[in-house]
């Protein structure tokens, strides 16, 4: 399991659709069919894999600001370089609540 001190999401109403974060840091980030991005977790970091792409299946979580991903610490980084370097200004980092973690589903 993977430590983790931030979370980040993505503000789909702001999201340009050019796939800069993905190309960052896959792990974290991935497209979804209507070309917009949305966040996610991975199994090999937590254990299973959670899309946050606002469908209610398996697997899948709310959307935007409800749909927070932990960040591995070991993807600090790029999560942050992905931040900078996003278009839309549209992916937020916060610090982790484990509150807010355990609400979202
Ligand atoms: S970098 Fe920003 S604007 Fe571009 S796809 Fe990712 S979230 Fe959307």
Known sequence: MSATQLMVWIDQDLCTGDGICEEIAPDVFQG??????????????????????GGDGPGQGPEGAKGVARVPDSQIDIVV???????????????????????RI
């Open 81 to 103: 370089e992905s931040a900078e370097e996003c278009p839309g200004e549209c992916i937020m980092i916060e610090p982790y609540d484990a509150e807010m973690i355990a609400n």
């Open 32 to 53: 979804r069919d209507d070309g917009l991005w949305v966040v996610k977790e991975q199994a090999n970091h937590f254990g299973e894999d959670i899309i946050f792409d």
